[in-house]
């Protein structure tokens, strides 16, 4: 039982460059996340997934584009990254728990340069 | 504008002592509020919830104290422990399974 899994771990991309995040999980979780965090901040919600086939923005969705490809795998593309999308990018996902409570992947760090 | 705030960047408290985590918010719509702790390099973890019907919740060392008139949350761990260094979130849900979220606050607990 893997949890939440994100890969890659770290990346780097020059500015104009697009790439894709990938998340899956194995709980049978039907609510999927993507946040950024940035230093001395929150997180910051990119995007969701209420349930497979669904997809709603979340704060800060500009410059991101997401596929909810089945239940377990909830991916998230940056068409053209920019400096400003430095930060490191975390997936979760959620279930019916007594509060919703959400389970997080060990993050992707990207630096755009 | 920021609908859950942790007025506190950090704090620090000596081993065995007690910690207590704060919290506001603004939106009386939040029927749940949750706890996260994070380690550096790691995603955040769950720690502990309370709903917005209850004003207390308590899991083991960890208990959740929850004000609705002062819309105000804290957390409190007794005793404190070495381990219990990391960044705390408090997060707010208002909508299946959305959350918002505090930027957090970094306990250090020294022995």
């Known amino acids: 039982n893997a949890g939440v899994t994100q890969t890659p771990k770290f990346q780097v991309l020059k500015t104009g460059q697009s790439m894709t995040l990938q998340c899956a999980q194995d709980?049978?979780?039907?609510?999927m996340y993507w946040y950024r965090q940035d230093p001395g901040m929150g997180l910051r919600l990119i995007y969701y997934?209420?349930?497979?086939?669904?997809?709603d923005k979340g704060e800060v969705p500009n410059g991101y584009n997401v596929s909810r490809l089945n239940k377990r795998e909830f991916s998230l593309r940056l068409e053209s990254a920019a400096p400003s999308q430095t930060s490191v990018y975390f997936c979760?996902?959620?279930?019916?728990?007594?509060?919703?409570?959400?389970?997080f992947g060990p993050g992707t760090r990207l630096t755009v340069t | 504008d920021q609908q859950v705030k942790q007025n506190s960047p950090s704090l620090s408290v000596q081993e065995g002592r007690i910690s207590i985590l704060n919290c506001d918010y603004t939106?009386?719509?939040?029927?749940?509020f949750l706890w996260y702790k994070k380690y550096p390099a790691e995603g955040p973890t769950f720690l502990i919830s309370?709903?917005?019907?209850?004003d207390k919740n308590e899991d083991g060392r960890f208990t959740v104290f929850l004000n609705k008139s002062a819309k105000h949350l804290s957390l409190h761990i007794v005793p404190s422990q070495p381990g219990d260094s990391a960044v705390y979130f408090c997060?707010?849900?208002?909508?299946?399974?959305?959350?918002?979220f505090g930027d957090g606050t970094t306990l250090t607990v020294k022995p």
């Open positions: 979760a996902s959620s279930g019916r728990g007594q509060g919703y409570e959400q389970y």
């Open positions: 709980m049978n979780h039907n609510s």
């Open positions: 997934s209420a349930s497979e086939g669904t997809t």
């Open positions: 939106n009386s719509m939040f029927d749940y």
């Open positions: 309370i709903s917005s019907i209850k």
């Open positions: 997060a707010a849900r208002f909508h299946a399974g959305k959350s918002t």
